[in-house]
C-alpha cells in the first residue's frame, strides 16, 4: 500500500487534469472550464483534513500550471490549489457533512482559487490579465464548478475513503 | 482495502468518533476533526500549507525571472511528454462524438473540408501547400497583396487537441504534431483562413501554439494596398471577439476599412512567414495625444472553432530576398 497510494494518487491527479483540459475545453462556457483538479483537492481535504489537501494542491495545481497548452508562469495555479486545499480542509464539517456544506466549501475554494491564480497573474504582469477580465470569468468558473459538483465531489470523496480508510490521525 | 468494506470503516469512524470527541474538545467539534490532538493537527497543517506556499513561490520567482529559458522550461517539457498524448488520446477517443455533434449543429462543408484536408494529409508529412484550399486561399490573399512567390511553404498537418481554458487567461492550444513530425519552437501556424499562431514549445507528438489574438503576441504586418508595416497585437479577449491592434511604424500612414494585413515575415521565416494572410481592418481609431492611428484588425482564422491547422516546417525553394531581411516580430 506505501507504493500503491501515491501511484493512484498520481493517476487520479493525471486522469483529472487531463480530462479537465483535454475534454472539457469541448463543454466551455465562454472559454471557462470547470475545474476538476480544484474538486479532486476539495474532495480530498474534507475527508484527509487541510494538511493533506494543501500538499494534494500544491502537486495537482503543479500538473495544471505545466500541463500543455499552459504558458503562464509556472507555481501559479499550485499556490492557487494548494491555497484551496487548505482552505476546504479548514471549512470542513467532517466526512459526514451535509451536501449542502460541500457546495458551499467548492464555492468558496473555486472563488479562491481563481482569484489566486488571477492576482498572482497581475502581480507578475502577465499578459491578457485585468479586473475585468477577471470579473467576466470569476462568477462562470464559480457556477461552472458548482454545477458539476454533484457529478464529481461525492465520486471523488469515496475514492480518497477508499484510498485511505484509516481515520486522518493529524 | 477493499471497496465494500471501506465505506462502513471510514463511516464508523465519522459516526462514533466525531460525535463522542465533539463533546468532549469544543475545539475538535468546530473544525470536526475525528482523531489525534488538536495541537499536532494545527502544526502539520501549518508545516504543509508554509512549505506549499513556499514551493509555488520559488517556483513563480524562477519561471518569472528566467523566461523564456528558465529552470521550469525541462519540467514543462516533460509534463508536456506525459500529457500531450493523453490530450491527443483523450480528444481521438471523443472526436467521432464531437464531429458528428459539429456535422449536426455545425457547417457541413466545414466538416467536409476538414475530413478531406486530414485525409490527404493522413501521412502528417504531406504537404499542405498542396492542399486545395490552402493553396487557392494563400494565392487569393498573395494576389490582392501583391507579394510574390509565397508558395513554396511546407507544412505540416495537425489538429488542434487542446484549448487553454479562459480562466488561464491566455490563448493557447495544443495539437498534435511534435518534433518527431517536424514541428520546432517559433514556426508558423497557419489554416485555411490564414494565420493562427506560433509554436511555443513542441514535445516529442504535440506542440503548444500561441495564437495571435493571445495578449503577448506581437506579429509583424503589412497592408496589402500601401504596403506600410506595422505591429499587431492581440488584445487576448476570452470570447469570440478576438482583435488584433495594429500600430502602424509610419505614424502618417493610415489604414483603411477592409484592407487586408499579411505576415511581414521575419529573419529566417522564424517565427513568422512572410505573406500569410492575417486579417482584414474592421476599425480605425485616432490615438489621443498624437497624429498616428491604431487599428482594429479582425483575424481570417477564426479562432473559436481551430480544428485542422499547419505548422511550416521551411520552404520548398530557400529564397534569399524574403521581405523578411528588415526585421522580424516576436
Given amino acids: ?170 | 482495502m477493499s471497496l465494500l468494506r471501506s465505506p462502513s470503516r471510514g463511516a464508523a469512524t465519522s459516526l462514533v468518533r466525531p460525535i463522542k470527541l465533539n463533546r468532549t474538545t469544543r475545539s475538535r467539534a468546530r473544525t470536526g476533526q475525528p482523531l489525534g490532538p488538536d495541537r499536532d493537527q494545527n502544526r502539520h497543517t501549518r508545516t504543509a500549507l508554509a512549505i506549499s506556499v513556499l514551493i509555488a513561490l520559488t517556483l513563480m520567482a524562477v519561471d518569472a525571472t528566467g523566461r523564456p529559458d528558465s529552470a521550469v522550461e525541462p519540467l514543462r517539457i516533460g509534463a508536456a511528454e506525459v500529457f500531450g498524448p493523453l490530450e491527443a488520446g483523450a480528444d481521438a477517443a471523443v472526436r467521432p462524438v464531437t464531429d458528428l455533434a459539429s456535422l449536426l449543429v455545425g457547417s457541413r462543408d466545414l466538416q467536409a473540408d476538414n475530413t478531406r484536408l486530414t485525409d490527404e494529409n493522413a501521412g502528417l508529412r504531406a504537404e499542405l501547400a498542396t492542399g486545395e484550399v490552402d493553396r487557392n486561399r494563400l494565392a487569393e490573399y498573395d494576389a490582392l497583396a501583391g507579394i510574390t512567390d509565397r508558395t513554396g511553404f511546407k507544412l505540416v498537418n495537425a489538429q488542434v487537441v487542446a484549448i487553454g481554458p479562459a480562466q488561464a487567461f491566455r490563448r493557447t492550444v495544443t495539437i498534435n504534431a511534435g518534433t518527431a513530425e517536424g514541428v520546432k519552437t517559433d514556426r508558423t501556424v497557419v489554416n485555411g483562413a490564414g494565420l493562427v499562431g506560433r509554436v511555443l514549445r513542441a514535445g516529442r507528438h504535440t506542440a503548444t501554439v500561441l495564437l495571435v489574438i493571445d495578449a503577448g503576441s506581437v506579429v509583424g504586418g503589412r497592408l496589402d494596398r500601401s504596403m506600410e508595416l506595422g505591429f499587431l497585437r492581440g488584445n487576448g479577449s476570452l470570447g469570440a471577439d478576438g482583435r488584433l491592434v495594429l500600430d502602424l511604424v509610419d505614424p502618417d500612414s493610415v489604414p483603411v476599412n477592409g484592407d487586408t494585413i499579411v505576415t511581414w515575415g521575419s529573419r529566417g521565416g522564424s517565427p513568422y512567414v512572410p505573406g500569410v494572410p492575417v486579417g482584414t481592418v474592421r476599425e480605425v481609431q485616432a490615438k489621443a495625444g498624437d497624429q498616428s492611428v491604431t487599428a482594429t484588425v479582425e483575424p481570417f482564422a477564426d479562432m473559436t472553432s481551430l480544428d485542422v491547422v499547419g505548422v511550416v516546417t521551411g520552404t520548398r525553394q530557400p529564397r534569399g530576398t524574403s521581405g523578411g531581411a528588415v526585421g522580424g516580430a516576436q
Fill in chain 1, 1 to 170: 500500500m506505501i507504493v500503491i497510494r501515491p501511484l493512484i494518487t498520481l493517476l487520479l491527479v493525471l486522469v483529472t487534469v487531463t480530462v479537465q483540459v483535454g475534454l472539457f475545453t469541448k463543454l466551455s462556457i465562454a472559454g471557462v472550464v470547470p475545474d476538476l483538479a480544484l474538486l479532486l483537492v476539495v474532495a480530498a481535504a474534507i475527508v484527509r483534513g487541510p494538511a493533506y489537501g494543501t500538499v494534494l494542491g500544491l502537486f495537482a495545481g503543479l500538473a495544471v500550471d505545466l500541463a500543455p497548452p499552459a504558458d503562464g508562469i509556472a507555481g501559479r495555479w499550485a499556490l492557487a490549489l494548494a491555497l484551496a486545499g487548505w482552505l476546504a480542509g479548514q471549512a470542513r464539517g467532517g466526512a459526514r457533512q451535509p451536501a449542502v456544506a460541500t457546495v458551499a466549501t467548492v464555492a468558496v475554494s473555486s472563488l479562491a482559487a481563481t482569484s489566486v491564480y488571477a492576482l498572482s497573474g497581475l502581480v507578475l504582469s502577465e499578459p491578457g490579465i485585468d479586473v475585468a477580465s477577471t470579473l467576466e470569468v470569476l462568477p462562470i468558473a464559480l457556477l461552472y464548478d458548482v454545477a458539476i459538483t454533484p457529478l464529481v465531489v461525492p465520486l471523488a470523496m469515496l475514492v480518497w475513503r477508499w484510498l485511505d480508510p484509516t481515520p486522518v490521525r493529524w
